[in-house]
């Protein structure tokens, strides 16, 4: 029987019969929905009636906020899907003078404050796969999340809120509006490095030690880890009877 597929919108795919029409290939263009009718081109009978959503595997965040410095490697910590999205396609950036690609790394970069947009698309030009807004600035707050803490350190090993190292969450904000900076805990596609130029300071190192960590950091747990990507990590050495224990953040 000699069959005929057509599509309702040939922008968002291409059809193609296959093996005496026992199987139909669809070769997805862009996001949309469409109707695949199966008619006989002679007797203009229709068989069948179907319709298509097609939609991206990957998206991007609407918006990412990067500390000037900062870098975003797109689509890291799906290698399969970036390996497949990447190979017929270029990154495109706005504005290159507040943000940028390393040619050597593949790394976008934050160079100044401002924002832009960044698009990958075909090769050809004639398909926009993925697309975000990238706001640069630099960091104008940063604030200590009290809630996570214990209610006290303690160096006395068998007491309830003793740890090895405390892990003190911190929060960062940015621009204007106090926007938090973008972090790899809340997002599952891309690596984000802000390299923060930030230390964690101790007014009294005899008794206790300060070391500014990001989420990297192995011995953190995933309880720990959840929506945070950096810690002032505090090591007590031993706390004298009558001492209060006060950190400065710089």
Known sequence: M???AEISNPNIAQIELLENNSKIRINCISKGQ???IIIDPIKMNIYDVFMINISS?????????LNIGGEIDFIKKDP?????ILIDSDWIVDDSEVFKFDDNTGKGIALREGITR???????????KLAT?????K??????????LPKYFTDIVNDSFYRKEYAIPLKFYTNDNLEELSNNSEDNVNFIDQNLNVKCISKQPEIFLAEFKDISYEKFDEITKKDNDNFCIITI?????DVVLNFLIL
């Open 80 to 84: 399969e899907k970036r390996a497949q």
């Open 57 to 65: 595997s990957i998206v991007l965040p609407e918006r990412i906020v």
């Open 34 to 36: 469409a109707n695949i």
């Open 118 to 128: 960044v698009h990958l698309v075909s090769k050809d030009l004639r398909k926009e």
């Open 133 to 137: 807004e990238i706001l640069v600035s």
């Open 2 to 4: 000699e069959l005929r």
């Open 237 to 241: 050495r031993k706390i004298p009877f």
């Open 139 to 148: 960091i104008r707050r940063i604030n200590v999340d009290f809630s996570k």
